[in-house]
């Protein structure tokens, strides 16, 4: 069951090409992608819509040549190579004959851009193209800090906020607060949140401070060491769906070891809010497992699940929904699940305990 939520208005666009025969369970119609639309903006940029159910407003719709901002182009769904209703949006640059030719020829792009220390993956790879900023607006927060005072700094939507503590930097400090996509992907299982952010110092006027990138972050994080930055990020229920928020944690990039290290974390539910301590700048996200743990037909194994008679979502007593498998792949899903739960538990009875008995609904 999905909210409605409001329709956000978007550049208005010429639209390209779109596939509207796919039906869901059907896995590589389109190689993948399902129903999709793509938009040709004008300015060497498409934009992808994909594994929609229905493009325009609902079956048999068709798209005028040119759309703006507040028409409906689809509706979300989960056709093609996809595991539930969700929209593959993607950006791609043109390969420079003004046409659509596909995502092999017209490369995918990062439309947050590359802000990392190191080159650019995207422009190096051979499966993309160097990243721009590409949004209308940028959410960049930069703000002057008096490092005697301390200071707190939030992003445009109010969904993220760091606090500088007093005295944890000597002068003047001009601090950047830049929200955007994870600097690498999730690990042991954990899922984004959206709440990926960069902080980094833009300029430091302090006596004996010096200039350079690395002797700059160097002596930043030695001053902060004692009066770690405190962070704190909100969420909404509708960015935790599947997610156990009890094992939310707040994670930082670690550009040396190309790895997420946990930070110290607090979540309270009730407000919806975690809260993090940090003593390095750098690039952070907030993550969270899923509540059902992975089963045997994940993503990246090559055996697909068997299909059942009849399309349908099956539940187990576990409370993991299952597209179109066995009654023997929940079950094995819920044995996982029991096992997962014995291991981080101290009590032998909830080990020895007879399994529960499959509650079925379709």
């Known amino acids: 069951m999905f909210e409605l939520v409001e329709n956000l208005p978007g550049r208005a666009g010429r639209v390209a090409a779109t596939l509207s025969h796919c039906v869901a369970g059907d896995r590589w119609c389109n190689g993948g992608y399902g129903n999709e639309v793509i938009l040709d903006h004008g300015n060497g940029y498409f934009t992808r819509y994909a594994h929609l159910a229905h493009i325009g407003g609902g079956p048999g719709a068709t798209l005028p040549a040119q759309v703006g901002p507040g028409d409906v182009i689809g509706v979300m769904g989960s056709t093609g190579n996809s595991y539930g209703a969700h929209l593959h949006f993607a950006v791609h640059r043109d390969d420079g004959n003004g046409r659509w030719d596909g995502g092999e020829q017209d490369k995918p792009v990062d439309p947050f851009g590359w802000t990392g220390v190191q080159p650019d993956p995207w422009a190096q790879s051979e499966d993309g193209a160097a990243s721009r900023w ?35 930097l000597s002068g003047q400090v001009r601090l950047e607060l830049a929200p955007g996509s ?8 954990q899922r984004s949140l959206g709440r990926a952010f960069w902080l980094r110092v833009l300029d430091w006027y302090a006596p004996g401070a010096q200039t350079g990138t690395d002797a700059l972050a160097a002596q930043l994080d030695q ?14 229920d509708a960015d935790t769906r599947r997610l156990d928020m009890t094992r939310a944690i707040v994670q930082r990039w670690d550009e040396a070891s190309q790895t997420w290290l946990p930070l110290p974390t607090s979540v309270d539910e009730r407000t919806r809010t975690v809260t993090a301590e940090a003593n390095q700048l750098g690039h952070f996200d907030l993550q969270a497992p899923l509540r059902c743990p992975p089963t045997r ?9 068997p299909p059942i008679s009849a399309p349908s979502t099956m539940r187990c007593s576990a409370g993991c929904s299952i597209r179109r498998m066995t009654r023997t792949g929940c079950a094995l899903t819920h044995r996982q699940e029991k096992r997962a739960a014995c291991a981080s538990t ?3 009875r909830a080990c020895a305990s007879p399994p529960r008995s499959m509650g079925w609904t379709a």
């Open 134 to 168: 590409l949004w209308l607006h940028r959410p960049n927060v930069e703000m002057f800090v008096f490092g005697s005072q301390g200071a707190t700094l939030a992003d445009l939507a109010g969904a993220i906020a760091v606090t500088l503590p007093p005295g944890a």
């Open 182 to 189: 994870p600097a690498g992907l999730p690990q042991d299982a």
């Open 223 to 236: 001053a902060m060491t004692a009066r770690p930055l405190a962070l704190a990020l909100d969420y909404a």
């Open 297 to 305: 037909w994940s993503q990246t194994t090559a055996t697909m699940p």
């Open 346 to 348: 101290t009590s032998p």
